[in-house]
């Protein structure tokens, strides 16, 4: 099991378990952040998350990824009105508690093998890169709640991150002012929570 604080494995397990925490003290009839959905259904689109991750874990491989951190997380506005379904129907089916998913995952992720290559909804990646893109989601998702879960410090730092990745496929020259905001600053602006000031008006969001 690793230890090293900086893992993404243990930043996203500490993300999922900030969450976990947040539940019983969140109105999920209350409107989120996310225009069209309470956070209910912020809920119920976090508790498939740890369901997700441990099914493409069983798929893990040697063959070479498909998929990068940008093309995954760019990728997800192709799926936008599978995930609007799933999260109405699991906030109707009161699927708010993450808990007990993450307890049944939270082994197999700390024990992934960070390099071999699963098979997720949008191709194939490695593991490595898919757990960035789930402390993204994770982190993201815990802002858009009311009242929001501050983040993990490391997972913060590791979806920050990977959203200027993104930036640097789509718009290579605005890396260097994204990289001067604080991150959640940066965070808020990359996934339109918020609106960019100046430059990076134009190339945000990169991604929803």
Not at 175 to 189: M, T
Request: with cysteine.
């Amino acid at each position: 099991m690793p230890t090293d604080e900086d893992d993404v494995r243990t930043a996203l397990i500490r993300q999922w378990e900030l969450i976990a925490g947040a539940v019983p003290y969140i109105d999920v009839a209350r409107p989120s952040r996310i225009d069209g959905w309470s956070n209910g259904e912020v809920l119920a689109h976090l508790y498939v998350q740890p369901h997700l991750v441990s099914r493409f874990l069983r798929t893990a491989s040697n063959k070479e990824p498909e998929l990068g951190v940008a093309d995954n997380l760019a990728g997800t506005k192709a799926l936008k009105d599978v995930i609007d379904t799933s999260a109405q129907e699991g906030a109707l089916l009161n699927k708010f508690d993450i808990s007990g998913p993450l307890m049944a995952t939270r082994s197999s992720v700390l024990s992934a093998p960070l390099a071999q290559t699963i098979e997720t909804v949008q191709g194939s990646i490695s593991i490595e890169d898919y757990l960035v893109t789930r402390c993204v989601e994770a982190v993201v998702h815990g802002g858009d709640l009311i009242e929001p879960v501050a983040p993990d410090p490391v997972a913060e730092a590791i979806a920050a991150t990977a959203l200027l990745h993104v930036l640097a496929v789509s718009a290579p020259n605005f890396v260097a002012e994204a990289r001067a905001l604080p991150r959640g600053e940066w965070i808020n602006c990359a996934t339109g929570r918020d609106i960019a000031a100046g430059p990076l008006s134009g190339p945000t969001p990169v991604m929803s």
